[in-house]
C-alpha cells in the first residue's frame, strides 16, 4: 500500500517538512493549501482533506456528478469540475505533531506544535499546541507534560 498526494486543482499545494514520517496508507488531499511541519509523524491510512469535495446544494452535486461520468472515461473525473460551491480552507500540522492511525484531518484545521491525535479521531477544529486530542470529533482530553515537550 502507497501514500497518495492528490490535486484535484490546479490550485491545491502540499507542503511537507524536513524529517516527516508518513506511513502507508495515507491520503493528502488538496484543492487549497496543506503544510506538514518538520518531524511530524503521521500514522496509517490518515485523510488529510482540505475542502469539502461537493457543494452543499444538491442541485450543484448532481451536476457534479452528472459532470464526472463525462470526464471519468478521459481519465480526470474533476477536470471540469465546479469549485465555486466548494468550501475549501488550508490545513496546517505543526512541527512535532503525531497523528495515530487512520485520523481524518478536514478543512481549515491547525494542529499545533507536538499535538498528538488519538487513532481513528476526525479532526474538525484547531488542536492547542501540545495537548492530547481523540474521539470524532477530536477533543482535547490531556496536555502533554512540560518534560516531553520540545527540548
Not at 457534479?64 to 466548494?86: C, E, H, T, Y
Not at 499546541?129 to 512540560?146: D, F, H, L, M, S
Request: proline fraction near 4%.
Amino acid at each position: 500500500m502507497h501514500n497518495e498526494f492528490i490535486f484535484e486543482s490546479t490550485r491545491g499545494e502540499i507542503t511537507v517538512g524536513d524529517g516527516v514520517f508518513i506511513n502507508s496508507g495515507t491520503k493528502v488531499i488538496s484543492r487549497s493549501s496543506i503544510v506538514i511541519g518538520d518531524a511530524v509523524t503521521i500514522g496509517w491510512g490518515c485523510v488529510i482533506y482540505d475542502h469539502n469535495s461537493h457543494s452543499i446544494s444538491y442541485l450543484d452535486r448532481i451536476a457534479d456528478q452528472d459532470q464526472q461520468l463525462i470526464d471519468f472515461p478521459r481519465g480526470n473525473m474533476v477536470a471540469n469540475k465546479d469549485w465555486r460551491s466548494v468550501a475549501a480552507e488550508p490545513i496546517k500540522i505543526c512541527n512535532y505533531a503525531w497523528l495515530g492511525f487512520d485520523v481524518v484531518v478536514l478543512k481549515g484545521v491547525t494542529i499545533g506544535e507536538g499535538a498528538i491525535i488519538g487513532a481513528r479521531a476526525v479532526v474538525t477544529k484547531n488542536v492547542p499546541p501540545w495537548t492530547i486530542a481523540v474521539g470524532n470529533p477530536a477533543r482535547v482530553v490531556k496536555e502533554i507534560p512540560i518534560e516531553f515537550r520540545k527540548r
